[in-house]
Every structure is written in structure tokens, then in C-alpha cells.
Nanobody
């Protein structure tokens, strides 16, 4: 059974940093794409970032480029999202996701965690 467990959310002031973690199990970690989506209050879910563990390719939504970094620790089956220079508009529930394909990882992923809340105060 695929399991994705997020941690690291919380309350931070604008300009601050947080690191989210996603502990994955139940599938061949280095053969999957792992990503992060978020959903802000009253808005649709959007893909934030993803990484493929086959060659460490990454992708980011334009609004977080230069501020967020995704990376993977294959020995721990864990993916991290380092979020710097946070803005109030980054406030959302952040979901860890996984899929066998990297091709559409900012748009569609098969497996989802339960989410962790990030709140950025102004």
C-alpha cells in the first residue's frame, strides 16, 4: 500500500523559511516521481514542485521558482521541500504526491498524502 506522510508545516512570518518532509513507503521509491501540490482557501489545487528519482529532474510552478527547492534522500525514502522567502500567498495545505510518471507531475499525480498546513503571516 502506497503511503505518503507529510510533516514540517506550521506558522511562519513572511520572509521566513520552512522545510516540508514526505516519507514514502509501499512502492519502489527511486522509480517514481514525487511532488508537492497545495490548496489555498477558496482556490483550486495547484502543482508546486516535483522530482523524479530516476535522474533527479525537477520542475516548479513559476510562482515558487527561486524560492523553493525540492530534493530527495533515497536512502530514507523521503522527499523534502525547502521553502524560503515565504509569502502570505503561500498559505495553503501542502500535499505530497507520487506517480510512476514524471511527465505531468505538476498537473496529475496518482497517490496523495493527507496534507500539512502552512500558514504565512504578514
Amino acid at each position: 500500500e502506497v503511503q505518503l506522510v507529510e510533516s514540517g508545516g506550521g506558522l511562519v512570518q513572511a520572509g521566513g523559511s520552512l522545510r516540508l518532509s514526505c516519507a514514502a513507503s509501499g512502492f519502489t521509491f527511486d522509480a517514481y516521481a514525487i511532488g508537492w501540490f497545495r490548496q489555498a482557501p477558496g482556490k483550486e489545487r495547484e502543482g508546486v514542485s516535483c522530482i523524479t528519482n530516476t535522474d533527479n529532474s525537477t520542475d516548479y510552478v513559476d510562482s515558487v521558482k527561486g524560492r523553493f527547492t525540492i530534493y530527495s534522500d533515497n536512502a530514507k525514502n523521503t522527499v523534502y521541500l525547502q521553502m524560503n522567502s515565504l509569502k502570505p500567498e503561500d498559505t495553503a495545505i501542502y500535499y505530497c504526491t507520487a506517480d510512476p510518471s514524471f511527465a505531468y507531475c505538476l498537473y496529475h499525480m496518482e497517490y496523495w498524502g493527507k496534507g500539512t498546513l502552512v500558514t504565512v503571516s504578514s
